[in-house]
Structures are given as C-alpha cells and as structure tokens.
C-alpha cells in the first residue's frame, strides 16, 4: 500500500552532499589532500588524524603516502582533539580533520582547554562548513565561525576555492599556533587563479573595484560574490567584492581602507549565520574605526535550523546561491 511519505522524492546521497561546482565549472580535485602530501615530504614532524573520515576530509591521501604518520581515531572527536594536543607537545605538527559540526560542537572543550589554552600547533580543517550539506543541521556547521573565534588566539581561515586551499596548507602549517580552517573537499571550483590572487594568511585582498556596492566575502561566498557582481553588471551595478579568508585575526586595515570615504553600499556575504560570524566582526571593526558606510547589510544564513535538501535548491532558498545573492542586493539598493 502506497503512502503520502512512499510519493516524495527520494534524495540520493550525491544530492544531499555534493560539490559547491557548477556544471561545467572548472574544478580541481582533492586539493587539501595533494598540498598536504607534497607540503610533508620535507616535513617529516607533520602528522594526519582523522576520526573515521580520511575519505570524506581528502586526508586519504595522506594516509596512503605516508601510512605511518597517519592515525585513524575512529568516531571520538574528543580524542581526536586530545590525541593531536600530545602529538603537538610532542614537537609534532597534527592536521586534525573531520566534519565541521563534529569538530566544533563536539569536541569544542577539547579544543579550547587541550589546543587553544597551551598554544599547541595543531591545524584543524573541518569539511561540510555552514550549509555545504542537505543533511539538515545534523551535519550542517551554520555557527562553527561564531564558536572558534570565541577561543583565544585561534586563527581561523575560509578558503573560497581550490587555489585558496593548496596556499593556505603551507601557511598555516609554518604558523606557531593552534588554527582552524574550513575545508572545500572533493571536486573543488577554482576561481581566484584569474584575479591574480595570492593567499597571505591575515590578510584580506580586493579582487575587483567598484563604486556602488562593495561585497565583503568569505570561503565560496567569495566565488558567489564574484559571479553576482557579473551578473549584477546587465543592471549597470558596479560591484566591488573584498575577499577575506582569515577569519581572525580580521583584517581590519584593508575592510577601513575599503570602506571609507567611499558612498557605496556594504554587504557581507558569508555561508554562515548571520550571528556570530564574519559580518558581526566587520560591523564591530567598522565601528570601533568611526567608519560609517552608506549602508550596510547582512547575506548570511538565517537563525534558525535549516531544511534539509538537495545543495542548489537550499543555496537558493536561504539566499547564497549567485542569483539570490544578486537579487538581495538589487532590493538593497532600492
């Protein structure tokens, strides 16, 4: 006998997690898995830890270049956490990956009383960050940026694409700290090659100027940005998108010199929610600097738990998705 439940489609797995990429887009695979492989072959103190997600955080890769520096946790964050802060006093450099909701709500005490409180170098790269799944928020780390930039003298890093990622693995791994970086897997897009782009951990670059809106972007909102303000040029919408993927330390110096003295509308535009995040950090930068823009306004996720779903259909539906990203800010601007 059929249901009402037995009629509704059926989600396949690739819908429900699946590459940020647009059909035809160009990608580049794996990324964080191949910098890291060619990053430890002169780097024998660098180690990889995972809690039964090598596949799913690319860190198979690792594993299978250097099986003896690779250490399998199984489903226990906390030790996960535990476990790279002994490696680290040890004179060990541990990348630690798994989930981005797995690593921060789970494990979060570990991280800020073992990692964070004795300044140990371990690099925590976290995949599915904000809503990079359909799973719903089970798996969907909407407030993993609110949560870590609380910890005290936690780096944090958002690549936008496949060339962010492969710059940012060295750099964080010479960096004398405990970092958490939000991590792109599987096919990831490449986009930043075209704006003659460098990443420099701290620092925020501005890949293209323009005098009505300036968008202020992190991780694959950056690539969203971009793709909106192309699209926002049919309606004669000058858009200016500053990428910033260190999320702490902000860079507060370029967003002021971004910012002011210039009569354009502000946007932040984060896969994240919008409370905690990195438009709450630009606004209270902008503040604490006497800026004040023409106007300012949030493209974050809601706060609320979200749906689950197919990725395009939710990217659409809560807004960061490049048409509902170019529609906000064509009501923005009235």
Partial sequence: MNTVADKKPRLTTSAMIASIAAEGQRVKPAPFGKALVELAADRPEIVGLTADLAKYTDLHLFAQAYPERFFQMGMAEQLLMAAAGGMAKEGLVPFAT????????????????????ENLNVKICCALPGLTTGYGPSHQATEDLAMMRGVPGLTIVDPCDALDIEQAVPQIAAHNGPVYMRLLRGSVPLVLDEYDYRFELGKAKLLRDGADVLVIASGFMTMRALEAAEALRADKVDVAVLHCPTIKPLDEAAIVEAV??????VVVAEN?????????????????????????????LPDAFLDAGALPTLHERYGISRDALAARIRQWLG
């Fill in 98 to 117: 798994t989930y981005a909701v797995f690593g921060t709500r789970r494990a979060y005490d570990f991280i800020h009383q073992v990692i964070a409180e």
């Fill in 260 to 265: 002011r003295y210039k009569h354009r509308l």
């Fill in 272 to 300: 994240h929610s919008v409370v905690g995040g990195l438009g709450e950090a630009v606004a209270s930068a902008l503040l604490r600097h006497r800026v004040q823009p023409a106007g300012f306004q949030l493209a974050g």
